[in-house]
């Protein structure tokens, strides 16, 4: 195994964070489909899609580097929202949660020296600013919205547009 063995552990436990917050996503994404604002609802099960990437690259990195991942079981998932903001704003929770994840990570990595999964999370370090970022904008934009989340839908397919032709 080229990575240490603290650096492994930890990976593995990160592998659930990313898969529970996939399964999050999701909760959140049927509740905004429940409510009738697709582009919410597509918005969250792309994220959801996304950190199950996330998970994936973990388990991919541990067994490039010889380590053993481990698929673990998730806690229970939040269903219940009392409104677009409050869905939100647990995301952006979580967000800021997996940041601090990942920064123990790099921690983690730089006190046992093990430079090859201090140099792979950097990837993970800057996502986490775009997550956190995403999640900060769209929860100001509910807010603006003043409860009119017809315009909060507006914003997101208007956004997930630049970021397709930003992507190409």
Do not use: C
């Not at 492994?8 to 996939?22: K, L």
């Not at 399964?23 to 199950?52: C, K, M, N, S, T």
């Not at 009392?82 to 123990?104: H, P």
């Not at 929860?139 to 919205?145: D, E, F, R, S, W």
């Amino acid at each position: 195994m080229i990575i240490s063995d603290k650096s492994a552990a930890a990976m593995n436990e990160q592998i659930q964070s990313e898969f529970y917050a996939s399964a999050q996503y999701v909760a959140i994404a049927a509740y905004f489909d429940e409510q009738g604002l697709p582009d919410l609802a597509q918005f969250f099960y792309a994220q959801a899609e996304e950190e199950r990437t996330h998970a994936m690259k973990f388990v991919h990195f541990l067994l490039e580097t010889g380590a053993k991942p481990i698929i673990p079981g998730l806690p229970a998932i939040r269903n219940e929202f009392e409104d677009a903001a409050d869905a939100v704003q647990f995301a952006l929770n979580q967000e800021l949660k997996v940041t601090d994840q990942i920064n123990n990570l790099v921690k983690i990595a730089v006190k046992e020296s093990d430079f090859t999964s201090n140099n792979y999370l950097q990837w993970f370090v800057n996502e986490q600013v775009e997550e956190v970022d995403t999640m900060t904008t769209l929860l100001q934009t509910i807010k603006h919205a003043g409860g009119n989340l017809l315009l909060v839908e507006d914003f997101v397919r208007r956004s997930a547009v630049h970021e397709a032709g930003a992507a190409e």
